[in-house]
């Protein structure tokens, strides 16, 4: 069964922490993504990986960075977490469909709360 | 940017009887899919339909496309307690990487 595997469930910082929330696949798919899921406004995109090294910014980037060293896996870091970052994150990667479609598995989702 | 957005916001059902939400987006669309998620964990696929297809069925659910209205429903017949959750609907221009989620309609079926 394929997985997408998130490192932790719930987890509590401190506001100003540095933060690396993680993200592994095993399908070996190119196309990595993190969003984040805050009721009323569904999931909006912080950054995606389409290969090894290489990413872009989503929709709201500011505030984090990301790393993907190797293609399995996808970091989401939190340079110096906040309080309005408390969310529930969200790992996903894509295998085509063919055709442009794109089948995205994701992670079980991490729920972050800045203290 | 929204592209997708769904329609009830939330819905509550009987047992037994069927559920119908509906997906608007503004963009020319390569597919639309749907996605569902149990409370409180990640979301799961459940169909695609690409643009040049007008429904598609798979077990109780039932997917339209009206390009034209920029539009989409899910139907699911027969509700059980166990579809409660909320449910997604993601749509991609063609060329592009990444899907944009709607904000979901919260789905409740009772027992």
């Known amino acids: 069964d394929v997985k997408v595997t998130q490192s932790s469930r719930y987890l509590v910082k401190r506001t100003g922490e540095k933060v690396f929330l993680e993200c592994v696949q095993d399908m070996d798919h190119e196309n990595m993504f993190w969003y984040r899921q805050d009721p009323g406004l569904g999931l909006r995109l912080i950054y995606f990986?389409?290969?090894?090294?290489?990413?872009e910014k989503g929709d709201i980037p500011e505030g984090y960075s990301v790393s993907r060293e190797k293609k399995e896996r996808f970091s989401l870091i939190l340079e110096s977490a906040s309080t309005n970052q408390t969310s529930m994150y969200l790992c996903a990667s894509s295998s085509p469909l063919g055709q442009g479609a794109k089948n995205y598995t994701f992670g079980s989702g991490t729920r972050l709360t800045v203290v | 940017s929204q592209q997708g957005e769904e329609d009830p916001q939330a819905l509550s059902i009987q047992e037994g009887e069927n559920a119908t939400m509906n997906c608007s987006y503004k963009t020319s669309i390569n597919n639309l899919q749907w996605y569902r998620q149990n409370s409180g964990r990640g979301l799961v696929h459940l169909i695609l339909?690409?643009?040049?297809?007008r429904e598609k069925h798979s077990g109780r659910l039932r997917v339209t496309l009206d390009t034209s209205k920029k539009s989409s429903s899910l139907l699911i017949t027969a509700s059980r307690a166990a579809d409660t959750a909320s449910y997604f609907c993601?749509?991609?221009?063609?060329?592009?990487?990444?899907?944009?989620f709607g904000t979901g309609t919260r789905l409740k079926v009772l027992a």
């Open positions: 339909i690409r643009s040049n297809e």
């Open positions: 993601a749509t991609a221009n063609s060329g592009t990487y990444k899907y944009i």
């Open positions: 990986s389409y290969d090894v090294k290489m990413k």
